[in-house]
């Protein structure tokens, strides 16, 4: 199919998917439930006792929890029993390989309705969630991370064997139209509503290559298409792979970089790299595999992925209005720029694009916009507490002042808490660190969620006597801490020594 009849496709998405959300969420809350509660009574010879819709993201399928004497159960409602088709012969498919996906009880005659196993609360995407706020993942998290990347070969090679993939939805296979629809997705739907101006029949040659390079060699794995941490469940610590019914016939590297390369995840290229090495482990044990061919392959899935998101988020944000979806575009910009930091010959103008579209301005304000600033600042209590300038009214304010005073000897009268003897008598004392542990935990809750909503003021003052010893102390430590944790700009300030800076670690 030529360049020139893909944009139709584009375009038809822009007519045709919003009539269908809109259907869909005008469709009757009590029917959906009769219905699903009557598939509940057949399969378990009782009613549910009580029925809760669950929360939904992009999709058209609604949720809900039965509960009853029978069983718990999720009931889902999908307007397309085409995708609905798709889903139920996957994970009976899947379930009959011993792969850790939801079984489907019953459903419906016309498949818009059926139950499934209740898997429980936790998405990997909120059990990852300190780490992805803070850029800091902990051993726990890291193991869930290591666990879901290394069942993914499972699901595309042992999940592909004996796969009728003509079941699939919308299409049996990745292709060429795949691929194009993706690209003009991103170029209808986010590229031209920033504004950018470039020549469509250059971009258009570079697409044409990259539908060249991702489709060099044909695959008989599955894919599973949107494979990111939202779509993986956690129960009893073990992962559990949910909404898989856009899979497909294709490529290995797009679920990796899917994975690796979601926008929200924030994963360090250490952490990165780690769980790309525990993919290419557990895939041996199915195929041999030549990481340098295997790494030279996945750069261009990277690259591709990070386009149709950004279409995704595009056509969800900027036509259909969902803030959560723009709220994402930053974090996507922030990885298109890295991904760009390693050059990409093979589309010369498309890269060309994509540098000026990273520094647009709307994108580069929102990315100094959403760095916090957390003013930090030491003061005494006879001179009142520090107005915040900011005008958010102030924020935490801790006092220092039951802590041993190194004030009341007069050999500590001309030192300050950033002074080594006066730090040594209160760390020698012990019950600073015991405060400061206390404090650093709630200021740390504050400041990831402070990040997590694009906050950009947070302000911590520490008081004691004399505004000299102990808060000055605390504060210095406090600034060294956040450093070391967060991505946040700290501004210092130790109000009664006269003392303010943005705050600049001492080798």
Known sequence: MSGNIEPLFALHSLLVWPKRVSSHSQTNKKMITDELNGLYCTYTGVHAGKITELPSSGSNRRYFRLKGEGKDLIGVYGTSFEENGAFIYASDHFRKKQLPVPEVYIHSDDKRFYLQEDLGDTLLFDAIGKGRQTGHFDENERLLLRKTIALLPSIQLAGAEGFDFSRCYPQPEFNRRSVLWDLNYFKYCFLKATGLDFQESRLEDDFQQMSEALLCDATETFLYRDFQSRNVMIRDGEPWFIDFQGGCRGPLYYDVASFLWQAKANFTPELRRELLNEYMQALNNFQTVDETAFLGRLRHFVLFRSLQTLGAYGFRGYFEKKPHFMQSVPFAIANL???????????????????????????????????????????????????????????????????????????????????????????????????????????DVSVARYIRRGFTNLMVCFGCTGGQHRSVYSAQQLAGHLHKKFDVKIRLTHREQNIEHFYDPIA
Do not use: W
């Not at 890295?338 to 540098?355: A, G, Q, V």
């Open 337 to 443: 720029r890295t991904l760009l930091d390693e050059d990409y010959p093979e589309y010369p103008y498309l890269c060309t694009i994509l540098r000026r579209l990273t520094c647009l301005k709307q994108f580069t304000e929102s990315l100094h916009k959403s760095i916090l600033e957390v003013h930090i600042v030491s003061f005494a209590y006879k001179k009142g507490i520090p107005d915040d300038a900011s005008g958010n009214g102030g924020g935490f304010v801790f006092d220092c002042r039951a802590i041993n005073n190194p004030g009341k000897y007069e050999r500590y009268n001309h030192f300050t808490g950033l002074d080594e003897p006066v730090v040594r008598f209160l760390e020698e004392e012990g019950e600073i660190a015991a405060f400061l542990a206390h404090a650093y935990a709630m200021v």
